[in-house]
């Protein structure tokens, strides 16, 4: 089972970047695909991005795409999201979290073993 420590949060002022790291121990984390969640104040948890266990495929939400890029190093079992030019409505608490499917396949609904979250606030 793989475990996930998620860092990097922060604020940041609108048009500026941060990048978000999550730990992962545990020996399948490169067979496993990834992917990025977060939790506005008064709304559920919704998807941000994942990634296929090589790297090769990924996947965005339609409000981040063109902004945030999710990358991994599978040698660090390392997560990552770049988060460029921030709006205000980007503010949330972050998550990374297990895919459930084959490594090769993302599945916007199917993921687990979240990690604590780490607090991103954008203002304006």
């Known amino acids: 089972q793989v475990q996930l420590v998620e860092s990097g949060g922060g604020l940041v002022q609108a048009g500026g970047s941060l990048r978000l790291s999550c730990a992962a121990s545990g020996r399948t984390f490169s067979r496993s695909s990834m992917g990025w969640f977060r939790q506005a104040p008064g709304k559920e948890r919704s998807f941000v991005a994942a990634?296929?266990?090589?790297?090769?495929?990924?996947d965005y939400a339609d409000s981040v795409k063109d902004r945030f890029t999710i990358s991994r190093d599978n040698a660090k079992n390392m997560l990552y999201l770049q988060m460029n030019s921030l709006k205000p409505e980007d503010t949330a608490v972050y998550y990374c979290?297990?895919?459930?499917?084959?490594?090769?396949?993302?599945?916007?609904?199917?993921?687990?073993?979240w990690g604590q979250g780490t607090q991103v606030s954008v203002s304006s």
């Open positions: 979290a297990v895919g459930l499917t084959d490594g090769a396949l993302l599945d916007r609904t199917r993921f687990g073993s």
């Open positions: 990634i296929t266990a090589s790297g090769r495929t990924t």
